[in-house]
């Protein structure tokens, strides 16, 4: 009886043995079919569950390794393409839009120079408060609040707002002689705070989506100040802000081409080699 009872078992794990065998060649089929059909996402998906599933089914795992690595430079070729297609498209717009910009750039001191609205150079400004912008050569945009005024407020923040009530707000930046700086000069008192990155992203957004409207600007954190957004500050601020959407994509595709290109590159060794 015991000696029937383990035959059993010997049938069962071998015809266990052979359907786990046909299951991952079927499946491993199944992923090839996707690939040539260019679903690679859901290639990817099977060869996983391929591995996950049949983790001793050696010769299939084998195989599964070759496959990826066709979908992947699939994959890495097809990103290159789009850059290829869309970097010209974006750079033709960022021509378009650089020629209302200076760049700003110690080439001593500063690996990333500043572009500025022209009519927004610190030489164009001076001994006035208002709201000026920037962005630098990778696309990262910032806000400053520049008061200018006989004695100090001491302001951390901005608040901007329409009659309508809707408004937005900076992160607080405090005193530290750099982003948050104050000097006197001739007995008036000039203070610069600057936003950079998430710190004034609400506030661009919204001065983006109001510009039609008249926005009020309360400078916060210190003694009370308000002044209203003047119309050419406003425009420097939402032409900044596309072109800073358009250099962070540059920026962005640039860097995803030169990673599909190193991962391409690696692939092509790896499949010459095998």
């Known amino acids: ?25 079927a499946r491993l ?22 591995r996950t599933l049949y983790p001793k089914e050696f010769d299939v795992l084998k195989e599964t390794l070759s496959l990826m690595r066709l979908v992947e430079t699939k994959e890495n070729e097809r990103t290159i393409a789009f850059c290829d297609s869309l970097l010209p498209v974006k750079q033709q717009e960022l021509e378009v839009l650089k020629k209302d ?23 164009k400004n001076i001994n006035r408060s208002y709201v000026r912008s920037g962005v630098n050569e990778k696309g990262e945009m910032y806000l400053a609040s520049v008061y200018f005024g006989g004695s100090p407020i001491n ?5 901007l707002s329409t009659k309508d009530g809707m408004f937005a707000e900076t992160d607080i930046v405090p005193y530290d002689g750099g982003l948050n700086y104050r000097f006197k000069d001739l007995g ?21 989506s109001n510009e039609k409207e008249r926005i009020k600007v309360e400078y916060t954190g210190g003694k ?20 800073a959407i358009v250099l962070s994509d540059i920026n962005r595709m640039t860097k995803e081409k030169e990673k599909s290109e190193r991962r391409l590159a690696y692939l092509k060794q790896k499949t010459a080699g095998k």
């Open 101 to 123: 910009f200076i760049l700003e750039k110690d080439s001593l001191y500063e690996e990333t120079g500043n572009y500025i609205w022209k009519q927004q150079t610190i030489e």
């Open 29 to 50: 089929a199944k992923a090839q079919a996707m690939y040539e059909n260019n679903e690679l996402f859901a290639a990817k998906n099977e060869i996983d569950s391929i």
């Open 1 to 25: 009886m015991k000696k029937y009872l383990l035959g059993l078992v010997f049938v069962s794990l071998m015809t266990s043995c052979g359907n786990s065998g046909e299951e991952a060649k």
């Open 224 to 243: 009370p100040y308000t002044i209203y957004l003047a119309d050419g500050d406003k425009k420097a601020i939402v032409t900044t802000y596309a072109f």
């Open 155 to 159: 302001h951390t923040s901005m608040k």
């Open 188 to 208: 008036n008192t000039t203070e610069v705070v600057t936003y950079k990155a998430e710190k004034g992203e609400e506030a661009i957004k919204f001065i983006s």
